[in-house]
């Protein structure tokens, strides 16, 4: 699969992958930023932002795209940073493929099964009847009786496309999206170890990073570290986006 990207800057790469229902446009203004000293490259994955659409969607799948990618455009090794869903895939290329990656950056997800957390969104978006709707102000009202919090509606109408007719889509693949969320979010990567170093990042109001997970993190990642960002939720890159930024760059130094 031919996934969607854009790439900023010159040096060692950085790819940078977005989390569920999300796209690589969520993370230009931080990519911008690493681009004075790197070379990174924001992807959108599978059935979300504009890349393809496809009914096979699972992190193994999503892997795959990932060394597809590299080698396509002749990245020999990157760092990747990926957040949430963009982390487990990460994660997941990591065990397979540890000599393809300098650094390892992963926010504010841990490689163990979860319950989903979802299902408000796929209602939320079912609710919208794309074929008859004339603004986002009027998406955004029919959302607001599932999601009361304006930022994860904005969040989600994103990725609201206008068509040149005037008329909408949603840009991710919300059928395939709606049939796979339970495998989705009870995924935890395969058999395997990454021995090099991995940097976890939580925002500290976050519930995807619990104490408990310790173990299963050590086992799969023995040579990790967390930081905690303060006053931060699962979205930490976009609510502490300067802190995030510092922690980040800090470890990409090292």
């Given at each position: 699969?031919?996934?969607?990207?854009?790439?900023?800057?010159e040096?060692?790469?950085?790819?940078?992958?977005?989390?569920?229902?999300?796209?690589?446009?969520?993370?230009?203004?931080?990519?911008?930023k690493?681009?004075?000293?790197?070379?990174?490259?924001?992807?959108?994955?599978?059935?979300?932002?504009?890349?393809?659409?496809?009914e096979e969607?699972?992190?193994?799948?999503?892997?795959?795209?990932l060394?597809?990618?590299?080698?396509?455009?002749?990245?020999?090794?990157?760092?990747?940073?990926?957040?949430?869903?963009?982390?487990?895939?990460?994660?997941e290329f990591a065990?397979?493929?540890?000599?393809?990656?300098?650094?390892?950056?992963?926010?504010d997800?841990?490689?163990?099964?979860?319950?989903?957390?979802?299902?408000?969104?796929?209602?939320?978006l079912?609710?919208v009847?794309?074929?008859?709707?004339?603004?986002?102000?009027?998406?955004?009202?029919?959302m607001?009786?599932?999601?009361?919090?304006?930022?994860?509606?904005?969040?989600?109408?994103?990725?609201?496309?206008?068509?040149?007719?005037?008329?909408?889509?949603?840009?991710?693949?919300?059928?395939?999206?709606?049939?796979?969320?339970?495998?989705?979010s009870?995924?935890?990567?395969?058999?395997?170890?990454?021995e090099?170093?991995v940097?976890?990042?939580?925002?500290?109001?976050?519930?995807?990073?619990?104490?408990?997970?310790?173990?299963?993190?050590?086992?799969?990642?023995?040579?990790y570290?967390?930081?905690?960002?303060?006053?931060?939720?699962?979205?930490?890159?976009?609510?502490?986006?300067?802190?995030?930024?510092?922690?980040?760059?800090?470890?990409?130094?090292?």
């Amino acid at each position: 699969m031919e996934l969607n990207y854009k790439v900023f800057g010159e040096g060692k790469d950085l790819i940078v992958l977005h989390g569920l229902f999300g796209s690589l446009d969520n993370w230009v203004t931080l990519g911008k930023k690493w681009s004075e000293n790197y070379r990174v490259w924001l992807v959108d994955q599978r059935n979300h932002g504009k890349s393809p659409h496809s009914e096979e969607f699972s992190y193994q799948a999503m892997a795959d795209d990932l060394l597809h990618f590299m080698k396509k455009h002749q990245i020999e090794k990157a760092m990747i940073l990926g957040h949430s869903m963009g982390g487990k895939t990460a994660m997941e290329f990591a065990i397979h493929h540890e000599e393809m990656i300098y650094k390892l950056i992963v926010v504010d997800i841990a490689p163990v099964k979860y319950r989903v957390h979802h299902y408000k969104v796929i209602q939320a978006l079912n609710a919208v009847d794309v074929s008859s709707l004339n603004s986002r102000s009027q998406a955004d009202e029919i959302m607001q009786e599932y999601l009361p919090e304006f930022g994860v509606r904005q969040f989600l109408l994103k990725n609201l496309d206008r068509k040149s007719d005037g008329s909408y889509d949603w840009k991710f693949n919300l059928k395939v999206l709606e049939e796979q969320i339970l495998p989705i979010s009870e995924w935890a990567i395969s058999e395997g170890k990454y021995e090099k170093d991995v940097l976890f990042i939580k925002g500290e109001l976050s519930e995807y990073i619990l104490p408990e997970y310790a173990s299963e993190i050590s086992q799969k990642f023995p040579s990790y570290d967390l930081e905690i960002i303060s006053n931060a939720g699962h979205w930490v890159h976009a609510e502490k986006p300067a802190e995030f930024f510092e922690v980040a760059s800090h470890f990409m130094k090292d």
